[in-house]
């Protein structure tokens, strides 16, 4: 029998499986079949395209041309909805599949939807140390184009399907964020079409309020339509130290010292278990040791968190020296751990030979086809919270995760929380404060776990210890905890002053539980 013919006679009996058993029964619990054979493909044509979409748009620089007439545009669809009387809330006609967030709003389906189709790199200045970008563009679009000129964001967040848009409108973390703070943080001008149709710059200097209150607001202030974020010289290598440490207290002492040491361009953590945990620090160098190379983003290694767990098992240190592109996905082709979940022989060696070079899936696609069966599921038999807590907290914290949900490995990223005027800053205005984010994603191993239960549990927890929770995950505070968790008085106020209460809905009713049922 020849190839084509023994392919042909897979899928016509892969078909009359599916049509025995259900589509419904398959996608649940063999998933991976799905995954596979259509979500893996499916995603590589999309980075393909994208991928060459903008390199062809910044290359012959047509986009700041095509950006004037996308903002034009916009500017014409809220002026023509303020025309028609309004009557219903405004958001951004995305459709929610495509988000990173497993969330998925029902609100789109109820509001008017503004077309905003903004992926693009605008400019990259280097005297002023800046690049300018539209709401859309990615972050593996991004570090894909400046590491090739020399340069990269202070903070980069790991996952490439994450928009600049979102790491505005939410907040985006990274390991060099216990020196240059949250994504919010690396942001000099915003440029946002607001509910009057009018498009406006914001700055420290210009617009300052606005500028403050823009980061968490989760588009309720305004369409954002460019962004210009500073950038720094990039290395060719990062030089990374694993070190196993045992004991929840000399965990969190090592990660707190770790953190607070500036010398270190990157701290990352990863708990395995209660008592066990490896700490990262790295540096940025342009040599590296020839025997020490390790280039984890090559298709065929590892998933990097089980590559980390080898120095635990191990019980020693080491050092390797990484391609710093490399470095700054490295969670990307497992999506941290999550993957495992979804493909189960996903870092079995033979699966990355053959396989790995179209993983991961993406991660809007995952969604698209998850279906109602697999969401619900996913919402009461699985986490994915990222908490943020003051370090001196860090112990209480991890000890209440894991009373709660028992999920492991923990992320642990550290990062610098100035004073601000926003949403989100220390409890002392005036002074920094050192957090850290408590990223826990998969099955929670304790009994009866309640999705809702448990979560509030963990809310008020870091609302006691004023930390906050990310956004982009499912919330089951009401709306005075919110209030109680985040600063409100400048969101508010400028609610009031640009004509919002009628053209957005409150960041709490676009976020909460309640308003997706």
Not at 110 to 135: A, F, G, S
Not at 195 to 200: K, Q, Y
Not at 478 to 498: N, P, Q, S, T, V
Request: hydrophobic share 40%.
């Amino acid at each position: 029998m020849s190839p084509l013919l023994y392919l042909g006679a897979l899928l016509v009996f892969f078909l009359l499986w599916i049509r025995v058993k259900g589509l419904d029964y398959v996608i649940v619990h063999q998933r991976w079949i799905f995954v596979c054979l259509f979500l893996l493909p499916l995603s590589v044509i999309f980075d393909v395209y994208y991928y060459v979409r903008a390199w062809l748009i910044f290359k012959m620089c047509s986009a700041p041309k095509l950006h004037d007439q996308r903002v034009r545009d916009i500017q014409r669809q809220v002026r023509e909805w303020r025309k028609n009387g309004g009557g219903t809330y405004m958001c951004t006609g995305r459709p929610g599949w495509l988000t990173v967030s497993l969330r998925v709003g029902k609100y789109k389906k109820t509001h008017k939807n503004i077309m905003i189709n903004m992926m693009d790199i605008l400019e990259v200045d280097t005297k002023r140390q800046v690049v300018r970008v539209e709401p859309l563009a990615n972050m593996g679009q991004v570090t894909a184009l400046l590491n090739s000129i020399g340069w990269t964001l202070p903070v980069l967040p790991e996952l490439d399907d994450l928009t600049v848009g979102g790491l505005v409108m939410g907040t985006g973390i990274e390991s060099s964020s216990h020196v240059y703070g949250l994504f919010q943080h690396i942001c000099v001008a915003y440029e946002l079409v607001l509910a009057d149709g009018s498009l406006v710059r914001c700055t420290e200097e210009e617009n300052s309020d606005l500028f403050h209150a823009v980061p968490w607001s989760c588009g309720t202030l305004g369409f954002l339509v460019a962004a210009e974020i500073k950038i720094v010289p990039a290395r060719s290598w990062v030089k990374l130290h694993y070190e196993p440490v045992r004991g929840l207290e000399n965990i969190c002492r090592r990660f707190a010292e770790a953190s607070a040491d500036k010398r270190n361009t990157f701290v990352e953590g990863i708990q395995y278990s209660l008592d066990s945990a490896v700490v990262m620090t790295g540096t940025m160098t342009d040599h590296a040791e020839p025997d020490k190379i390790n280039r984890i983003g090559l298709h065929f290694k590892p998933w990097f968190f089980k590559h980390v767990e080898s120095y635990l098992r191990g019980g020693h240190s080491g050092v390797e020296f990484i391609p710093l592109r490399q470095y700054y996905h490295r969670h990307t082709r497992s999506i941290f751990w999550e993957l495992q979940d979804i493909i189960p022989f996903g870092n079995n060696p033979v699966f990355r030979w053959l396989f790995g070079w179209m993983v991961p899936p993406k991660i809007s696609l995952l969604k698209l086809t998850q279906g109602e069966t697999i969401r619900r599921l996913y919402e009461q038999h699985h986490v994915v919270q990222d908490m943020l807590v003051p370090m001196k907290h860090l112990q209480a914290a991890i000890t209440r995760f894991h009373q709660e949900i028992n999920v492991y490995p923990l992320w642990l990223c550290p990062f610098l929380l100035p004073p601000g005027r926003g949403m989100v800053h220390p409890k002392a205005q005036q002074e920094e404060e050192l957090y850290v984010d408590i990223g826990a994603y998969g099955e929670p191993k304790v009994k009866h776990f309640e999705a809702k239960a448990s979560t509030r549990q963990l809310e008020k927890f870091v609302r006691d210890v004023h930390g906050f929770q990310m956004l982009y995950a499912d919330v089951y505070m009401d709306r005075e905890e919110f209030w109680e968790m985040f600063d409100g008085h400048l969101y508010h106020k400028l609610r009031a002053e640009l004509g919002c209460k009628e053209a957005f809905p409150e960041v709490y009713d676009k976020i909460c539980k309640s308003a997706r049922h």
